[in-house]
Every structure is written in C-alpha cells, then in structure tokens.
T-cell receptor, first 111, second 120 residues
Framework: QSVLTQPPSVSGAPGQRVTISCTGSSSNIGAGYDVHWYQQLPRTAPKLLIYGDTNRPSGVPDRFSGSKSGTSASLAITGLQAEDEADYYC???????????FGGGTKLTVL | EVQLVESGGGLAQPGGSLRLSCVASGFTFSSYAMSWVRQAPGKGLEWVSGISGSGGSTYYADSVKGRFTISRDNSRNTLYLQMSSLRLEDTAVYYCAKDWAVTPYFFDYWGQGTLAAVSS
C-alpha cells in the first residue's frame, strides 16, 4: 500500500492526451512538499521526467507537463506516441515517515 | 556524462548479508546526496536509504532501519549499502540514484541496477 496513490493503468490512442493522478495526504503533497515524476521504459532504469511539480529537465519533450493542487498532483502527456508506453511514478517526501516516498506506479498503454 | 555503476548483487540466504557498491563519475560526487532505491520483481519503486553529500546525515526507510547501513567514500566516488539480516522480501533490483541537491530531494540520474536475491 503506497503512501502516494496512482491508478494502476491508463491508456490512450496515438495523438491523444492522458493524465496520471498522484494522490497524497497532509503529510506529503498537502504539506507542500514537491512532487517529481519518473518514466520507466520496459527493462530499463527510471528516468527523471518532471521535478519540482512542474519543471522539465533538459531533453524532456514539452508534451509532458506536471501540476499540483492540494493533496494531489498530475502528469499530463499530450500528443501520445508509441514510445511513451512505460510505467510512470510520482515521488515526494513524507513528514510522518521522515522519508522519500513513491507512488505505486501507473502503466501507460498506447492503443 | 554522469555514470553510476552498481555491483555486489547476488544470492544470499535469509539472515545473511550483501554489500552493494556504486561507482560514480561525471560529476563532483561529494557535492550531491545519493540514495538507494529498490524494485521487487514486478513491483513498483521503493526508496530504501539516502545519504548527504558529506556523509554526515543518513536516512532510512522503516522497512530497512536497523538492518541496512548506507555509507560513502568521497575519495573513491563510491556509494555503499551494507545489507544484513536479509529477508525474502528484500529481493529486488537495487538502483543507485544521484540526487539533485546536497541533501535528498529528487533523483536526476540512475544506475542500471543490481539484483539482490534472498532465498534459502
């Protein structure tokens, strides 16, 4: 049971827009701690996708965007491409656990 | 180019020990926090432990506190994870991850991972 809750799976057709939610609580996202997102392609290590709620590292396409409100955050992917098929994880800090926490992960399928 | 190369994984018995290493290159190692993140087979990511750039502060997930010890040798650009009293549920790929800051915050570079399997 992850501290940050993500939907197990989402799907969309090429060119469409999908969003992945990350729901926390008052001890993590709701406390103002930043949310970060990672993409894990099959059989590879995770890769940083979004940091500090909304920022993209160099090299990440602007099709990927992040947002946060209250105790939740979201990752949006527009212009869906086959290469976006991967697992996506949110991450933040939890003051009750005094540690860094990940969401359970969301598998994105491109139809 | 940032590179993180883990080693030391393998098979251990329940109650046994393993020591993981991660050699870093391409950045000023002592200026950044480092963490270990694991992924059990078919499961999601779990942060395990972190250490500040100087090594003066260490952090552990409750699941490993008292059993695992994180350390670093800044002269050798190497991060370690000493794992003791291993349990079946410690079986996972262990990733070494570079942090963006001098204390843990988020992870901007990851190694390829090393598999630690605990089985009798």
């Amino acid at each position: 049971q992850s501290v940050l809750t993500q939907p197990p799976s989402v799907s969309g057709a090429p060119g469409q827009r999908v969003t992945i939610s990350c729901t926390g609580s008052s001890s993590n996202i709701g406390a103002g701690y930043d949310v970060h997102w990672y993409q894990q392609l099959p059989r590879t290590a995770p890769k940083l996708l979004i940091y500090g709620d909304t920022n993209r590292p160099s090299g990440v396409p602007d099709r990927f965007s992040g947002s946060k409100s209250g105790t939740s955050a979201s990752l949006a992917i527009t212009g869906l491409q086959a290469e976006d098929e991967a697992d996506y994880y949110c991450q933040s800090y939890d003051s009750s656990l005094s540690g860094w926490v990940f969401g359970g992960g969301t598998k994105l399928t491109v139809l | 180019e940032v590179q993180l190369v883990e080693s030391g994984g393998g098979l251990a018995q329940p109650g046994g020990s393993l020591r993981l290493s991660c050699v870093a290159s391409g950045f000023t190692f002592s200026s950044y926090a480092m963490s270990w993140v694991r992924q059990a087979p078919g499961k999601g990511l779990e942060w395990v432990s972190g250490i500040s750039g100087s090594g003066g502060s260490t952090y552990y997930a409750d699941s490993v506190k008292g059993r695992f010890t994180i350390s670093r040798d800044n002269s050798r650009n190497t991060l370690y994870l000493q794992m003791s009293s291993l349990r079946l549920e410690d079986t996972a790929v262990y990733y070494c991850a570079k942090d963006w800051a001098v204390t843990p915050y988020f992870f901007d570079y990851w190694g390829q991972g090393t598999l630690a399997a605990v089985s009798s």
